[in-house]
């Protein structure tokens, strides 16, 4: 860190220097709590299992602008691939600032913590209230972090109007793409049963693989949707197959299948389990299926929340960005369910999850004069 660092790029390194590899905040929590309270936020850590969180909020009254966001990290993988250390930020010759979190999300936090004290300085009474709900719990599981702690404002009655991730959602340059929604996710795991035997005598066995190929490429091959001017169709990917003892002489007694449906919102979690099972029926097949359910798609239409996120952008940048529902899943899942409008908007995810990842450091100062022109829009007096 040097004293020619801007204060986004300052938070930033301090967070990329805490490794926080999922679930282990490692201590940015407590530390991001620290900051917001001196800014007037009231603090209440909340720990589910072991994973920490935090619901931080400034002000009563609604409407309530809230800041989401993970401070957890995947593990940075092979050391030796890294060009520097994945936990120490440095900013190369090319002005990119290097470390594990730098652009998933460690760098948007850091522009909504400069934005917003930048915004309160302006604006110390502004008209609603705004809060921050982070989680070290988004890169692993996601079942003791964002969900519990919705689960416990809507237990409360605690409503969020409007809803920021700072997921990085650029592609090509800061601000050309929002995800104003996110496709469902529906994983399986189908088990064929067969009987195993000897490959010299098939008539004594059934080849679970052999049964499995005709419903499988049935499956494949359906048409469960075709999507919609927001979405795109609904997609079944098979994501792995194993069977067999590793022999050659050997029909295995079984097919494990593990397969995904990222769908769109002209389909739901029950029509996707009918259908399949149907097929799988049809074929005549003994089978075990179990069903997880990692996402229902969500959408934010055209409104103040998405009007303000377009002008802002184009106000720093000079770009119109492009609405997106594309990518994975979200903690944005768990938030718009409750009735809130939520996008998600960061830095670039060229490098996201890689050995080597970076962001522009530039490119953070930008995000959070985005962010604080949001706020002033939003929620300005």
């Known amino acids: 860190m040097t004293a020619s660092d801007s204060p986004t790029l300052q938070w930033a390194k301090t967070l990329i220097q805490r490794p926080s590899i999922t679930p282990d905040d490692a201590g940015c929590l407590p530390l991001i709590g620290d900051h917001l309270k001196k800014l007037g936020f009231t603090l209440e850590p909340l720990r589910f299992g072991e994973v920490e969180n935090l619901w931080a909020r400034r002000g009563n009254q609604g409407p309530l602008f809230c800041f989401a966001g993970h401070t957890d990290v995947v593990p940075p993988g092979p050391l030796a691939a890294w060009e520097t250390p994945p936990f120490d930020p440095q900013v190369d010759a090319q002005g990119f600032l290097r470390g594990r979190g730098a652009a998933d999300m460690k760098g948007s936090i850091a522009a909504m913590l400069t ?17 921050f709900l982070l989680t070290s719990d988004e890169e692993g599981p996601a079942v003791n972090g964002t ?9 409360r009655h605690e409503k969020i109007t409007w809803c920021l991730v700072g997921e990085p959602s650029s592609t090509q340059q800061l601000g050309d793409v929002i995800k104003n929604g996110r496709r469902g996710s529906l994983g399986a795991r189908l088990v064929i049963h067969g009987k195993q035997g000897h490959v010299a005598y098939p008539h004594l066995a059934a080849n679970p693989i052999h049964l499995a190929a005709p419903a499988l490429n049935a499956l494949v091959n359906e048409c469960w949707d075709e999507g919609n001017d927001h979405f795109p169709a609904t997609s079944l990917q098979i994501s792995n197959i194993q069977a067999g003892t590793g022999a050659t002489n050997v029909i295995p007694g079984q097919l494990e299948v593990l397969f995904n449906f990222r769908f769109s919102t002209e389909n739901n979690e029950a029509s996707l389990r009918q259908r399949t ?8 097949l003994r089978y075990d299926l179990e069903w997880q359910l990692s996402g229902q798609p969500f959408l934010t239409p055209s409104g103040r929340l998405v009007e303000a996120t377009c002008q802002s952008i184009s106000q720093v940048t000079g770009i119109q960005p492009q609405l997106s ?16 409008e939520v996008i998600e908007l960061g830095p670039l995810n060229a490098t996201i999850h890689q050995v080597n990842e970076r962001v522009k450091a530039a490119d953070l100062d930008q995000l959070s004069l985005i962010y604080e022109k949001m706020l002033h829009q939003l929620l300005g007096d």
Not at 277 to 284: F, I, K, Q
Request: proline letters at 6%; aromatic letters at 4%.
């Open 147 to 155: 969900v519990k702690v919705i689960e416990h404002l809507e237990a």
């Open 277 to 284: 099972e149907a097929l799988l029926d049809a074929h005549g």
């Open 115 to 131: 934005a917003v004290e930048r915004f309160l300085t302006d604006c110390p009474n502004p008209e609603g209230s705004l809060a």
């Open 325 to 340: 529902t594309s990518g994975g899943t979200s903690d944005g899942r768990f938030i718009a369910p409750t009735g809130a």
